[in-house]
C-alpha cells in the first residue's frame, strides 16, 4: 500500500472560501504555553484574566498567582519532565494549577476528578504518573485503587476567596505517605525556589488519554502543537479583538476542547476567561447575563440543554458573537435556534480529534456556512479524502473515503505505542479513523468512525447523527444507536418526568434524518451501557435490544 500524497503536491480548493480576515498560513512563533500568559499580562495587565468563584483577577495577578505556585510545586521537586495527574473542577485553581506546571516545563496528564477507578488506574499506569494534583474524590480513588504518586496536591477549589481579606479553610488530610498536602498549606509556604528555563517548543506538555473501546491511549501533544491550535482558532475569528473578548468556558476543561479553543485561544487573544464548574442549564443562561461572554466553544449537547430549560428563555443571551460547536453533530435547526435567541450569533460546528489538539476543520464564521458539513481545513491545515485500503490514492469529490489531515497542530504520537503510533501518523499526516466526504468547493463532511458507521440501501448512516437528533427531543437525556441484523435501533434515556413513545420518536427523526438514517425502533431503557472509559458500549447495547 503507497503511503499519503504529499500535501504539497495537492490541491486546496476550499481556499477560496476562506472569508476576509482568515490567513491561508500563518507564521506560528516557536514558544511554550507560558508565553502566552506573558504577552497578555505585558500588553493587558490590568485587563480581567479570570472571573471564576466569585472572584475576578487580571493578568498580572494570574501571572503572578501562576509563578507563586510553580515555585513551591518546584521546591516539592517537580520539574522538566515531571508527568503529573491533575484532575481539576472548572475552578480558579484550575488554570493556575495548568499554567504553573507547564512553566515548569512538567507533563499534564488532564483526567476528570470524577474519572471511574478502573479508568484512573489504567491512566496512572500507563502514564507512570510522577505527582497527581486534584479533587479530594479524585485522590481519594487513587489511594484505594492505585497508589498516590511521591507528590499530590489536594485542591477543594476555595483556595482563593473571592474577599481579600484572609480565610483559613478547614484542612482536608491527604494521606498515603509521600509529599502530600492540600493547595491551601502550599500557598502558605516559602516561594523561593528558582524556577527552570521555559522549555523550547517541541517539549512535551500534555498526555491526553482517549479510549476506542477499551483500547485505551494517551496522545503525545507537545508545546508546539497546543500553541499552534490556539493560533488556529484565534484565527478563524478574524474579528476577534485583544484585550475586549470575554470567553465562556461551561466545559471541564480536562476535555481538549475547551482547554485549547477556551483558555489558550483566550490567553492568546488577552480574553477574559469566565470560568464555569458544571452549570444548569438555567444558572448557565443567567451567568451569561450578568457576564456577558461573546465567544462561547462547547458541545451541541449544551447549547440544546441551554435553550430547553424554561428560565433561560427569560435572559438576555445577545451578548454572545461566535459559538463554536465540537465534539457531535451540530443540528442546523439547533443552530438556527441558537442565532435567533441570541439575535444573532454565529453557531458553527468544529470538529477535531485529540491528536489534533483538537481543532483541524470549521465551518467559516463569516462567509458562507454549509450546514450538515463540517466545513474547511483550518489556517495551515491540509485535508484529504483517500481510499481507506489505500492511502496514496485520492478519492474524487464525494466520494466517502478515510480522513487525513496534516498541519502543526497534529501530535506526536501515541505514549509507548510505538506501532499503533506508526499506523497513525504517517509522514506527517493523522488517520483520523474517520470517514468523511469532500465536495469539489473542498467543504468537508464528516460520515463517522470507520467501526461504527453502517450501510443501508447504499448509503453510509452514521449512528452519531441518529443519536444526536434523538437527543434534540425535549424528553430525552441520552440516546444511543445501533444495528440489530438489517435493523436501526434507537435507546433513549428520559429525561426526569420526560415521557417517551417510539412512535413519536420515529417520527421525530422523520423530520431531522434522510429517510435511509430514520430509526426502525426506539425504546426507552433506565441507562445506557458504557465501557470503562464513559463512553457508550455499543456491542452491550446491541446484545441488550437483539432480544427486545
Not at 520539574?79 to 473542577?89: D, I, N, W
Not at 480558579?92 to 515548569?104: D, F, G, Q, S, T
Not at 479508568?119 to 489511594?143: F, I, S, T, Y
Request: aromatic share 4%.
Amino acid at each position: 500500500m503507497a503511503g499519503p500524497p504529499d500535501p504539497a503536491s495537492l490541491e486546496r480548493p476550499w481556499l477560496e472560501a476562506y472569508p476576509p480576515g482568515v490567513p491561508p498560513t500563518y507564521r506560528l512563533p516557536a514558544v511554550a504555553l507560558p508565553r502566552l500568559l506573558d504577552d497578555a499580562a505585558r500588553d493587558f495587565p490590568s485587563t480581567p484574566a479570570l472571573i471564576a468563584d466569585g472572584a475576578t483577577i487580571d493578568f498580572v495577578t494570574l501571572r503572578e498567582r501562576v509563578e507563586a505556585v510553580a515555585s513551591r510545586l518546584a521546591g516539592r521537586g517537580l520539574g522538566v519532565g515531571s508527568r503529573v495527574l491533575v484532575g481539576l473542577h472548572n475552578s480558579a485553581a484550575a488554570p493556575v494549577l495548568l499554567l504553573a506546571l507547564w512553566r515548569l516545563g512538567a507533563v499534564v496528564i488532564p483526567v476528570s476528578p470524577a474519572l471511574p477507578a478502573e479508568r484512573l488506574r489504567a491512566v496512572a499506569e500507563d502514564a507512570r504518573v510522577d505527582a497527581a494534583v486534584g479533587a479530594p474524590r479524585l485522590l481519594h480513588e487513587l489511594r484505594q485503587h492505585v497508589a498516590l504518586p511521591p507528590v499530590a496536591v489536594c485542591v477543594t477549589g476555595g483556595e482563593w476567596p473571592a474577599r481579600t481579606r484572609r480565610i483559613r479553610l478547614p484542612r482536608r488530610p491527604v494521606r498515603g505517605g509521600g509529599d502530600h498536602v492540600t493547595l491551601a498549606d502550599l500557598l502558605l509556604e516559602d516561594a523561593s525556589t528558582p524556577l527552570p528555563p521555559v522549555v523550547a517548543a517541541d517539549a512535551e506538555a500534555a498526555y491526553v488519554y482517549r479510549a476506542r473501546g477499551e483500547d485505551l491511549r494517551g496522545v503525545v501533544l507537545s508545546h508546539a502543537n497546543l500553541v499552534a491550535n490556539a493560533f488556529q482558532a484565534r484565527l478563524w475569528v478574524p474579528d476577534v479583538q485583544a484585550g475586549r473578548e470575554r470567553v465562556l468556558v461551561a466545559d471541564p476543561l480536562h476535555e481538549v476542547l475547551p482547554l485549547t479553543l477556551g483558555l489558550l485561544a483566550g490567553l492568546l487573544s488577552a480574553a477574559t476567561l469566565v470560568l464555569v464548574d458544571r452549570p444548569e442549564p438555567g444558572e448557565l443562561a443567567r451567568i451569561i447575563e450578568r457576564e456577558k461572554p461573546t465567544l462561547f466553544p462547547t458541545v451541541p449537547a449544551r447549547l440544546h440543554a441551554l435553550l430547553a430549560d424554561r428560565d433561560a428563555v427569560r435572559r438576555d443571551l445577545t451578548s454572545l458573537r461566535v459559538c463554536v460547536a465540537g465534539g457531535a453533530p451540530l443540528d442546523p435547526g439547533l443552530a438556527a435556534e441558537v442565532e435567533r435567541r441570541t439575535g444573532g450569533a454565529r453557531v458553527r460546528e468544529g470538529y477535531g480529534l485529540a491528536e489534533a489538539a483538537p481543532l483541524t476543520h470549521a465551518q467559516p464564521v463569516y462567509g458562507r456556512a454549509t450546514f450538515g458539513t463540517i466545513g474547511l481545513p483550518v489556517t495551515g491545515t491540509v485535508a484529504v479524502v483517500v481510499d481507506p485500503d489505500d492511502l496514496g490514492r485520492v478519492l474524487p469529490p464525494d466520494t466517502p473515503g478515510m480522513l487525513l489531515v496534516h498541519g502543526p497542530q497534529v501530535a506526536q504520537g501515541y505514549l509507548d505505542r510505538d506501532e499503533l503510533s506508526r499506523a497513525t501518523f504517517v509522514d506527517g499526516w493523522l488517520v483520523t479513523g474517520d470517514l468523511a466526504t469532500v465536495d469539489a468547493d473542498g467543504v468537508f463532511t464528516h460520515v463517522g468512525r470507520v467501526e461504527e458507521v453502517v450501510k443501508r440501501e447504499g448509503q453510509f448512516v452514521s449512528p452519531r447523527h441518529v443519536e444526536a437528533a434523538l437527543s434534540r427531543h425535549p424528553a430525552v437525556a441520552r440516546a444511543g444507536v445501533v444495528t440489530v441484523g438489517d435493523l436501526l435501533f434507537g435507546a433513549v434515556v428520559p429525561r426526569r418526568r420526560g415521557r417517551v413513545h417510539s412512535d413519536a420518536m420515529v417520527e421525530h427523526c422523520r423530520n431531522l434524518l434522510d429517510p435511509v438514517a430514520v430509526p426502525d425502533r426506539v425504546i426507552a431503557v433506565d441507562r445506557l451501557p458504557e465501557t470503562s472509559a464513559g463512553d457508550l458500549d455499543r456491542d452491550e447495547l446491541r446484545r441488550q435490544l437483539a432480544g427486545r
